[in-house]
């Protein structure tokens, strides 16, 4: 412990703790400033989250966790918090992720489960304003796709096509806001959902950045994740089941056909988003692990759009401008059967 953060985290689980027979164990970071510890005392585990507050911001953290806690949610209870140091102290989950045991066995079973939990974060009365996924944030978030990966393929579009791409994005992002509107956890995907021991619903992490925004997104995080691919009868299959349990209101003039396309779509806006964050994530913060990631999101991408004519054109300039270059140099996605 030499750094002055790391004095400081110390003192703090002292206090905390009342004691200084803890052990830190430092995990492995992801894809921002927080850092996680495994605080082990006697035969109690705690997990300690360290953001510190000129590079991050905890307070979404907290106040998002306390509120889905007390409204069912199973998120990990805050056992102590100091937002002025960004500290907090907070329950262990433990270390299985839902991503280790997915396999053609398990998944339907696991994705039913995680689909009843979705169903009931999306029945919370929102009592606390949660920002809006509003047009100007999906649009801004697409545009991610224009200001990082174009410029890293050396690709510059004409004033057409700049045009082709706006107008795309444009009818993406109002599709989204005319679905039923819900809490939405924005990154519910097999990463961020764990199995704790002995319990039969799964912890659900990572929810700071949680909005209210179209009931189909996080069902499209999960069934059609960045990180691992199903079938594509099987994702409809999954649709079907997830549709099957939403409530009367959401389905009022809303066949599953219209779901299904409501879901495609959302898909579209979020792989678009994704594409542009993955790119930024390297050339911006020099973090290379999401690059090989990035074909499967691209496949993803080419396949769903195909059945839309509203997206013709668009999708023309990624077959002919775009393919080329992010082939030379990001690959080719080899499609699961």
Avoid at 182 to 210: C, P, T, W
Avoid at 311 to 337: C, R, S, T, W
Wanted: proline letters at 3%; a negative charge; glycine letters at 4%.
């Amino acid at each position: 412990m030499n750094t002055q953060r790391e004095q400081l985290i110390q003192t703090w689980l002292q206090a905390t703790l009342q004691t200084d027979q803890f052990e830190i164990n430092f995990l492995a970071g992801d894809a921002s400033f927080r850092r996680y510890a495994r605080i082990k005392l006697q035969n109690k585990t705690y997990m300690l989250m360290d953001a510190p507050p000129e590079k991050e911001d905890c307070v979404p953290f907290v106040e998002i966790d306390e509120f889905f806690d007390q409204n069912g949610v199973r998120v990990p209870h805050i056992v102590a918090k100091d937002l002025s140091l960004g500290l907090l102290l907070l329950e262990d989950f433990g270390d299985v992720v839902l991503s280790t045991l997915l396999n053609d066995d398990t998944v339907d079973q696991y994705y039913a489960q995680s689909f009843k939990q979705l169903i009931d974060l999306q029945q919370i009365d929102v009592h606390q304003q949660l920002p809006a996924y509003s047009y100007e944030k999906l649009m801004t978030e697409m545009r991610l796709l224009t200001e990082w990966m174009l410029p890293s393929l050396e690709i510059q579009p004409t004033e057409q096509q700049l045009e082709t791409i706006e107008q795309a994005f444009d009818f993406l992002a109002i599709e989204a806001i005319n679905q039923p509107q819900v809490i939405v956890h924005r990154d519910y995907h097999s990463r961020n959902l764990m199995k704790i021991e002995n319990e039969q619903v799964l912890g659900v992490i990572d929810f700071q950045d949680a909005v209210i925004g179209a009931d189909t997104y996080d069902l499209i995080s999960i069934t059609r994740d960045a990180y691992v691919q199903w079938n594509a009868a099987r994702v409809y299959g999954w649709f079907e089941v997830f549709y099957n349990l939403l409530p009367a209101t959401a389905k009022e003039n809303r066949s599953f056909e219209q779901f299904k396309r409501d879901a495609d779509f959302m898909a579209i806006q979020r792989h678009l988003k994704i594409l542009g964050i993955f790119v930024r994530l390297f050339e911006r913060d020099g973090k290379s692990g999401y690059l090989k990631d990035l074909p499967r999101v691209m496949w993803y991408l080419l396949e769903e759009s195909q059945t839309y004519t509203e997206l013709n054109d668009f999708m023309q300039f990624v077959h002919d401008v775009v393919m080329p270059k992010f082939i030379a140099k990001y690959g080719e996605y080899e499609v699961v059967a």
